[in-house]
């Protein structure tokens, strides 16, 4: 299991951590139009969001991918 985790990039790293990190990047409004997810677009906050992404596999999915992919050292 140990090796596993090694390649695991999340491994560490909470939903909540996640998030906040995308927000910080792209603000809520560019967050909202690259992942249309309602949570993001309609009076977004992180509570709510982290409460969708927990019961939602398939959008937390698709914010884990967004993490991978977002080089953080560019605006």
């Not at 090796?3 to 927000?23: D, F, Y």
């Not at 409004?29 to 939602?56: H, V, Y």
């Amino acid at each position: 299991m140990p090796e596993k985790q090694a390649n695991n990039p999340l491994h560490g790293l909470t939903l909540e951590a996640i998030l906040k990190r995308l927000v910080d990047h792209y603000g809520w409004g560019e967050l909202g139009q690259i992942i249309e997810i309602r949570c993001f677009n309609l009076d977004p906050s992180i509570a709510s969001s982290l409460k969708f992404l927990r019961r939602t596999p398939w959008a937390r999915e698709k914010v884990e991918a967004l993490y991978l992919s977002t080089d953080f050292d560019t605006p």
